[in-house]
């Protein structure tokens, strides 16, 4: 029975010892060398904390494998690890760090000017010291023992409504209730080559890493800086012969806009699976043009539900105009259309939340048992037995071959540039500063751009986007700024978001 994703880790290392496992564009790492370095990340972490077990270690991470050993080591000392990206603003790292209270920070060369910036109490760890304990099996062995599938492995950090970020977490046996499944359903095994889009804090790469250990394949790392050069990209591509990219939505359109097959195409991918937003299908079509002959998948499923719970395998020709399905449930998920009291099905044929039950759904929002008991409620279709479900906040309906059609929002919760962002987060940091009387964001659904509207003396987009760079990462950034000497109110003395909506 598997219990723990090492499991993966050190199976292939037993197969495929001297294979690589993992690359970036200055190392590369195989099976044997990764299993050795997490072991001894661990001893030394296991040094430095003590024996504790299921606590938060932050990895600050950036695009390299430095990052995914990290992640390897504190899950062997039977705690979670939390990656935060070096770039995000300081404030806003402070604030998830204020928020978990860690074991420690670990840092490695391209994160370490970082580390030295955030102000905290909690200790930090430079990875090469701690690279150089030598390996206790004693230890670990301990450790191991103690171990239950409903361990926590990591937290990522999503959008909060109140301003304070959400720390999701998610247990072993919801990763290998995934990656089980991609291996089934894709046919992932050996041969696969990833090339990794996804930055360590966003939970499209879990995807990779955990399929990659998995099945004892490999994993390029691509640089962020090719997404800008697609032409370098598709060069990339064939030079590390990379067969299988499970990218979020928004890369594969960058490709589409830069009429990028025009010179070369992509030689060996076999699967195109992509996720996070709605994916146009004149996109799509643009992609099926020239690369006709292989998989290509849409993925569905937010963070909480540990990355995917449907997927669709295009079957079939779609016009420009036409929805994309998000398909079916994966085995051992439960999807339910609640109404919009969550009280009960929705009517059949109509439209519905999508509510998502098994072993995928995270343990919860870590110290927030107030949003916890929010978004995971008892299924309310069943008052015999306790069964969570996971209320994703997504409309969706069922069409004609049983295949799930997403809709909307059902809150103001938006997805944009692969990212779930909580418009209410924005509000908070833009109400925040001294020279705001008062704010809103709403979506451009047509145009894909969050639209502030704010209020103030004067004309101040430059200060407005001054003070955000402080506290939220640029993609959360508005894209449409408009000002107001008066904001409208409705009746009930609020803004009148509706009235804001019909401007857009």
Known sequence: ??????????????????????????????????WTRAKRIAAGLQKAIGAQVRKPVVVLVDKDIQSIISFFGVAYTGNFYVPIDKDLPRE???????????????????????????????????????????????????????????????????????????????????????????KEEFGFDESCIFGNQAPF???????????????????????????????????????????????????????????????SVP???????????????????????????????????????????????????????EVLPIGKKFLNTGILLLDCERKGLAEEGGIGEICVSGSSLALGYYNNEE?????????????????????????????????????????????????RIELGEIEVAVNALPFIEAAVCLYDDKNKKIVLFYQAGEDCKKEIVAGLGRVLPKYMWPNVFRHYEKLPMNKNAKIDRVKLKEEL
């Not at 670990?106 to 150089?132: N, P």
């Not at 990659?212 to 064939?238: C, E, Q, R, S």
């Not at 937010?302 to 079939?316: A, G, Q, W």
């Open 1 to 34: 029975m598997q219990r723990n994703v090492l499991e993966y880790l050190e199976q292939s290392a037993l197969n495929y010892p001297e294979k690589t496992a993992f690359a970036d564009t200055e190392e590369s790492v195989t099976y044997r060398e990764l």
């Open 92 to 182: 806003r790292i402070e604030s998830m760090v204020s928020l978990l209270e860690p074991a420690g920070i670990i840092y490695h060369d391209a994160t370490g000017a970082c580390a030295k910036e955030i102000e905290t109490d909690v200790l930090k760890f430079d990875y090469k010291e701690l690279l150089s304990a030598q390996e206790d099996e004693a230890y670990l062995s301990r450790v191991r023992g103690q171990a239950l599938d409903t361990d926590p492995l990591y937290a990522i950090f999503t959008s909060g409504s109140t301003g304070v970020p959400k720390g999701v977490l998610v247990a072993h046996r919801s990763v290998i209730d995934l990656v089980d499944n991609f």
């Open 201 to 263: 804090d966003f939970d499209v790469s879990v995807k990779d890493i955990y399929s990659t250990i998995k099945n004892g394949a490999t994993m390029y790392i691509v640089p962020k800086k090719l997404f800008v050069t697609p032409a370098k990209l598709i060069d990339f591509l064939n030079e590390k012969k990379i067969n299988t990219v499970i990218w979020a939505t928004s890369a594969l359109v960058i490709v589409a806009n830069f009429k990028s097959f025009k010179n």
């Open 267 to 321: 030689q060996y991918l076999k699967r195109v699976m992509f996720s996070g937003e709605v994916m146009p299908n004149k996109v799509l079509n643009y992609w099926r043009q020239y690369l006709s002959d292989i998989m290509y998948v849409n993925l569905y499923g937010p963070t909480e539900i540990t990355c995917n719970c449907t997927f669709y395998k295009v079957d079939r020709e779609f016009d420009d105009n």
């Open 371 to 419: 949003k916890t008991r929010e978004a995971f409620i008892q299924n309310p279709l069943n008052s015999s037995y306790p069964e969570r479900i996971y209320c994703t906040g997504d409309l969706a309906r069922y069409d004609e071959n049983d295949d799930l059609i997403f809709l909307s929002r059902r809150d103001f919760q938006i997805k944009h540039m692969g990212h």
